[in-house]
């Protein structure tokens, strides 16, 4: 592939254009549905967008005891690369003899880059509120990426490959992964872990905002605000994708798979947002406890029960 | 002269001119030195150009019974290995100059021991000879003895700790050697070839791999490397413990384990040399965690890495093993610039306390972005040069199933713990909030910057060249077919596929166009606030100051007692093999102290209970 087609596949479709969208979309989604269930309205589609032009036109505000580059500079850094994700994961999707850029883990590194980037942020700030946010996303990266590592490895270990494309060659060959006992212990795990990276409730312990005010997002405003906003409508969009590329059979925009992948990453987010709604925020050493008790048990069964077979 | 000699010569030789230099004049001593090893390292680029050669010639003969030679051979593997071993030789050097340019204390020894140290690695490294090889490795003991105690603060237990652990690992390998001499008849490296089959074989592996990891610094051996940590300026880690001892143990096990004894994937060895890896990913990086220092911590991540190289060599999988010996590479490039970075710290801020420490970015902005592109390295983010390695590592060890998935997950655990030890470096040494003590701070000299910004440009290209170094480098090193192989710009094995290139170039797009967002916005106009929002309080600077070392308290200290004893340990002596004979000898001796309670009675009882015993051996057992 040329270079020329590579820029469009990041810019246009399927990257930055199309995934910002739809993320945006996806928290309307959110908002929409955490609305009936709280008996309110709910926005009107646009409002995510609304809300980035509304943000552009503000002012921005640097705290007098930030590191100014730092600060302004990480949301962006995220965004390039949650974008990157997206962009891989669309086009192996899509086309998975491409071999665009990278396999699975390479996927998974990359998906960390917007919450280090938060965190940097945060810590650029000086503020002590951030600064606590940031720590506790760190200590959540590490307390799910456990877990998450161990069920994307059942996937992988099945394969016997990180690729993509072997992934879901596998899955359209012999059923998708969800299919199998491992399967499904594996897929109810990387839920939990994307909840927590997504950032939502029981796991928005980083950003609490009735807590910490926003936590890692505190001293934003203005466009890295809009960037910052931006970053997590993306990642709600990414996370789901890579799950269902991992465990439900990928997703496709060929024909009438076009209902069926947008049933699947509905039926995800909706799990998602139902969780979100009737939990309440958990400590983070109760997250920790959490991701490296109950969910590392059950990732750790999923991986026997795929080394045995099933 | 052989050509072979000249670099082993050479350095050794500037090293005693040094020697004459009155002790004040470090400066030039400084020169004489950095002009040595700039010439060894275009000679050494020479040599790597010429691919191969060979030195040999007998010392001397004891009749049959024993022939010492002192041989030499420059073939693929350790020409690249001699490359880097005189380039971070050349850069610690101007790195030294200008971080003891107004210190009045520190003697021109120090460039001597350098020296001695350069000559020493390189004739250890083209040795095709056991014993001279030996005897390398001890000369580097000694002169690690001595540069260790030319630092501050306990000196001379963190030496002694040195000395004790790596001359132990000395005295392993010498009776390897031994062994092999008596049973095989041969020292000569590139000759032997020894099953593993037999017990003999088995036992004088264990006895090489001892001091091959004992100087890499795996666990249970890594002890002296965090011992040495804080005494020793900064220089002398990023030179010997950081990139050196990593390059010439991983060597070692290399040629052990791939050459001499030919480890095979699954064998029990192998397990061995595994499960040593992966415990050391794992337990050094949780115990790097909980450190308070920074030279300390990052002396627990120079521990940690090992445990990818020892993993990959170990798993005798061909790509692991070529991620491996990437990844001692990568390392040493890293390593040594985060120990830079430290020295930078120590020089111009006074202290490596992360306690104290915060909010340096702005006063030093050069240091700050090498030191975040090093840290972003060792913790493998993509596109950087630690992503590569460690990814080649999870393809071998995927590639071969069963229950290496095991040592997958610790790996790639470990990598996520490495970050997280890294962003409370990022927070506590650059961002954050300052002291107001430490407002007057400046940035380093160019001495010291040339070589900072030259390893992390060395990272940058490392990672997303990868090419580079594995087509020139690596694989020629590694005999036979090894399963990665390159496409255009990217890396491909049979399990999986990076593009660098096209990852950075798009990550570059990315940022551009987060850069037009802000254009759209009027981020142009800013406005610089009076102070953070704290929920309407109001607090001074020191109130608002969260150093990073409490990041993972939660983690480390709320979990569960089994869990906080650990890193309790940890912080102390972690595992300390060292301590813990110690603490063995210390009451063996309690027991003998005893017996010497200075009353006749007692010595006369014991006089009695020997003559008996001694009585019964001849009367009966003979």
């Known amino acids: 592939m040329d270079a020329a087609k590579y820029l469009f596949s990041y810019l246009i479709f399927p990257g930055f254009l199309f995934t910002a969208v739809a993320g945006l979309l996806a928290t309307w989604v959110d908002r929409k549905v955490t609305a009936r269930v709280h008996w309110r309205v709910g926005p009107p589609w646009y409002q995510p967008f609304a809300d980035m032009v509304k943000l552009l036109g503000k002012e921005v505000i640097i705290p007098a005891g930030a590191r100014a580059t730092g600060f302004l500079i990480a949301p962006v850094v995220g965004l390039a690369a949650a974008t990157l994700a997206s962009t891989i994961l669309w086009m192996a999707n899509l086309y998975p003899a491409s071999s665009f850029v990278g396999d699975s883990i390479v996927v998974l590194y990359i998906m960390t880059i917007p919450a280090i980037s938060m965190i940097i942020g945060a810590s650029a700030s000086g503020n002590p509120l951030g600064i606590l946010g940031a720590a506790r996303e760190m200590k959540l990266i590490f307390a799910y990426e456990l877990p998450l590592v161990i069920v994307m490895l059942t996937t992988v270990y099945k394969v016997g490959s990180f690729s993509f494309e072997e992934i879901l060659g596998y899955q359209s060959a012999n059923g998708i992964m969800m299919g199998s006992v491992s399967g499904v212990i594996a897929f109810i795990v990387a839920i939990f872990c994307a909840q927590a990276k997504c950032g939502m409730v029981p796991f928005d312990i980083p950003e609490a905002e009735t807590e910490l005010a926003g936590g890692t997002h505190i001293e934003y405003s203005g466009a890295p605000l809009a960037v910052v906003k931006l970053n997590m409508g993306i990642m709600f969009f990414v996370v789901p994708i890579f799950i269902i590329t991992m465990f439900w059979g990928g997703v496709s925009l060929a024909g009438w798979r076009i209902l069926t992948t947008i049933l699947k990453y509905v039926a995800i987010v909706t799990i998602m947002v139902l969780i979100k709604n009737t939990n309440p925020r958990v400590r983070i050493d109760q997250a920790v406890r959490f991701f490296w008790g109950p969910m590392l048990v059950l990732s750790i069964i999923a991986m026997i029960l795929a080394v045995l077979g099933y | ?622």
């Open chain 2, 1 to 622: 002269m052989h050509e072979l000699l000249y670099v082993i010569v050479m350095p050794a030789v500037m090293g005693a001119v040094t020697l004459f230099f009155p002790k004040k004049a470090r400066l030039p001593a400084g020169i004489i030195a950095l002009i040595s090893s700039v010439w060894m390292f275009i000679k050494t680029v020479k040599l790597f150009g010429l691919g191969e050669s060979e030195y040999f010639r007998t010392v001397f003969t004891m009749g049959d019974v024993f022939q010492f030679d002192f041989a030499l051979r420059l073939y693929g593997f350790n020409s690249f290995v001699l490359l880097f071993i005189a380039m971070f030789g050349a850069l610690i050097i101007l790195y030294s100059i200008g971080y003891w340019f107004k210190d009045r204390e520190t003697p021109g020894i120090y460039y001597t021991y350098i020296l001695w140290t350069l000559s020493a690695a390189a004739c250890a490294v083209l040795s095709d000879n056991l014993l001279l090889l030996l005897i390398c490795w001890e000369v580097l003991t000694l002169l690690l003895y001595l540069l260790v105690n030319m630092g501050g603060e306990g000196h001379e237990t963190a030496a002694q700790k040195c000395f004790t652990i790596l001359g132990f690992s000395d005295a392993a390998m010498f009776l390897g050697v031994i062994i092999i001499w008596l049973v095989y008849g041969t020292l000569s490296i590139s000759s032997l070839s020894i099953s593993t089959g037999t017990t003999t074989g088995v036992i004088a592996f264990l006895l090489l791999f001892t001091g091959a990891i004992a100087k890499a610094g795996a666990m249970p051996l890594h002890s002296w490397v965090p011992a040495m940590a804080k005494p020793t300026p900064a220089p002398t880690m990023a030179f010997l413990p950081a990139s050196l001892d990593k390059l010439l143990g991983i060597y070692l096990l290399a040629r052990i384990s791939l050459d001499i004894f030919s480890i095979r994937t699954g064998s029990g060895l192998s397990l061995m040399m595994m499960i040593v890896g992966a415990g050391t990913v794992l337990f050094a990086v949780l115990v790097a965690l909980v450190q308070h220092d920074l030279k300390k911590l990052l002396s627990f991540h120079a521990v940690s890495q090992v445990g990818y190289m020892v993993l990959g060599v170990g798993s005798g999988i061909p790509v692991a093993i070529v991620g491996g010996l990437f990844h001692m590479l990568n390392h040493a490039i890293y390593k040594c610039g985060l120990f830079l970075s430290a020295g930078v710290i120590e020089k111009r801020v006074g202290t490596t306390d992360l306690e104290e420490l915060g909010g340096l970015a702005k006063l030093m902005p050069i240091t700050f972005l090498t030191t975040i592109v090093v840290a972003m390295s060792i913790s493998g983010v993509p596109p950087f040069n630690g992503f590569v390695s460690k990814w080649l590592v999870y393809q071998g060890l995927l590639q071969a199933g069963g229950y290496y998935v095991i040592f997958l997950i610790v790996a790639i655990f470990g990598s996520a713990l490495t970050l997280a030890s890294f962003v409370k470096v990022l927070h506590s040494v650059f961002l954050g909030r300052r002291q107001e003590k430490f407002d007057g701070v400046r940035e380093a000299g160019f001495a010291m910057q040339v070589p900072m910004i030259f390893l992390a440009i060395l990272c940058i290209i490392f990672g997303i060249y990868a090419r580079l170094p594995l087509e020139k480098f690596i694989t020629p090193s590694v005999a036979g077919s090894t399963g990665v192989s390159m496409q255009e710009m990217a890396v491909r094995t049979a399990s999986g596929y990076w593009n660098p290139v096209a990852a950075t170039v798009l990550m570059a797009v990315g940022l551009i166009v987060g850069l037009i967002i802000y254009a759209f916005g009027r981020t142009r106009r800013v406005r610089i606030d009076e102070n953070v929002w704290i929920g309407g309080n109001i607090l001074d600077n020191e109130e608002m100051r969260i150093p990073g070392t409490h990041f993972y308290k939660t983690v480390t200290d709320d979990l569960n007692p089994a869990w906080t004893a650990l890193f309790k340990d940890g912080q102390e002596g972690a595992m300390d093999v060292y301590n813990i004979w110690g603490r063995i000898g210390f009451s063996v001796v309690q027991v003998l102290r005893s017996l010497h309670n200075g009353i006749l009675s007692t010595y006369l009882s014991w006089v009695i209970i020997g003559l008996g015993a001694l009585t019964f051996v001849l009367m009966f057992a003979l």
